[in-house]
């Protein structure tokens, strides 16, 4: 039985991939996790306490990593400060969690030679024009535009000069816009949802041209498993499902699966330095590593997830009315 650490794992992503993990494989599972406002112990309700145990704390505080260090085979790394209107508004838990949180997980990792999979994202390669046939790949040049991206890129970096420089066992992932159960209310996709539930109008920012590259977060996890039992050390996989996707045309989706009008929303002030689109390539780690997405057709991934929202409002009912006022004051 492999023993696995899982940073962020009361997140959205990283609570996704505890329960696939738990599923899938025989391995044990310690999460660690700091409990921000984005961390949520409900999301892990109902696991095997014989394979599973939490432990609270924060990924720069070299005590309590070392500590766990010494008593793993291996690090899932999904703990981040994750939302870029955050990043816009405070800046600096990006640095602190991002940066300095990845460095003390990397010398951890170095000290005790243990496994670790950094979880990044496609933003690091900024943004492409929407009529630019051209998709990310592992080899496009980093140009992150937001405080959020630019700590991801910076923290990648740092991954692979461990690897280089000190000879850590590390792998990296960046992966797309994730959507599914356990996501915060303050992103786009369940922020949308539930405002539908309340009876609130969605808010579009800009002219909702925008475009994201959706993946259901079950495949985001079965290709981080299949990273970390078959990927190359020191290599870099792109993780996409071919879901690209104006922010207008989910928008009107959502509305149309809800039941509702699909022009019933309003756009709002558009985000400071939004990025246009972002697309993946996902070809290597297809034909490397033999992976595909279990959830091709976003159209009933998106209908599914509606409906684990619908059903579970004591789950996000906490974090809605003071997410709301943060936009509110912004004009958002
Ligand atoms: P999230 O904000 O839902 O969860 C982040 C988790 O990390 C929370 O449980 C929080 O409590 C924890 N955390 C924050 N700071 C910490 C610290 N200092 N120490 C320990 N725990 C801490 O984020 P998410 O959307 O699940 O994203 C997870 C990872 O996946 C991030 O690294 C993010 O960059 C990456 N990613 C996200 C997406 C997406 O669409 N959401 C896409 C690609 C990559
Ligand atoms: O109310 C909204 N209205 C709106 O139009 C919100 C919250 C967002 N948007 C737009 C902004 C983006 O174009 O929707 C798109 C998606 O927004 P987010 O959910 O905030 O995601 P994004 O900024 O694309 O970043 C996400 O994917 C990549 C995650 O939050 C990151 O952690 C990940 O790295």
């Known amino acids: 039985m492999r023993k696995l650490l899982v940073t962020g794992g009361a997140g959205f992503i990283g609570s996704n991939f505890v329960h696939h993990v738990i599923d899938h494989t025989d391995d044990h599972v310690t999460v660690l996790d700091k409990l921000t406002y984005a961390g949520n112990l409900a999301s892990l309700e109902g696991l095997p306490t014989d394979r ?30 994750s939302h870029n209107d955050n990043s816009l508004h405070d800046p600096r838990p990006f640095l602190d969690t991002n940066i300095i949180g ?31 046939p051209a998709r990310f790949t592992e080899t496009t040049p980093y140009n992150p535009s937001s405080p959020y991206s630019s700590t991801k890129a910076g923290s990648d970096l740092l991954v692979r000069a461990w690897v280089r420089s000190f000879g850590v066992q590390a792998t990296i992932s960046n992966c797309s816009n994730n959507y599914g159960p356990y996501q915060h209310v303050e992103k786009f996709i369940p ?64 509305l149309t699966l809800m039941g509702r009008p699909a022009d019933a929303y309003d756009h709002v002030t558009d985000r400071a330095g939004h990025d246009l689109r972002y697309a993946i390539d996902s070809t290597k780690l297809r034909t490397e590593l033999g992976w595909a997405p279990r959830y091709p057709d976003f159209e009933a991934g998106l209908a599914a997830t509606i409906e684990w929202y619908l059903s ?11 997410t709301e006022a943060f936009y509110a004051a912004k004009g958002q």
């Open 191 to 254: 922020r949308q949802i539930t405002n539908v539930a309340r009876g609130t109008r969605p808010k579009l920012y800009g002219a909702g041209e925008n475009v994201r590259d959706w993946i259901h977060a079950d495949d985001h996890s079965s290709a981080v498993l299949t990273i970390l039992d078959r990927g190359a050390i020191g290599e870099t996989y792109l993780i996409g499902a071919d879901g690209e996707k104006s922010n207008k045309d989910v928008v009107e989706l959502i």
């Open 102 to 132: 990845t460095y003390t997980l990397l010398e951890a990792a170095r000290r005790h030679g243990r496994r670790l999979h950094h979880i990044s994202t496609d933003e690091v390669y900024g943004d492409l024009e929407l009529d630019d």
């Open 52 to 81: 599973f145990r939490f432990v609270q704390g924060d990924i720069a505080d070299p005590r309590v990593v070392d500590e766990l260090f010494a008593d793993v085979d291996a690090v899932v790394h999904y703990a981040a400060e």
């Open 312 to 322: 579970h409002e004591p789950w996000w009912a906490p974090a809605k009315d003071a």
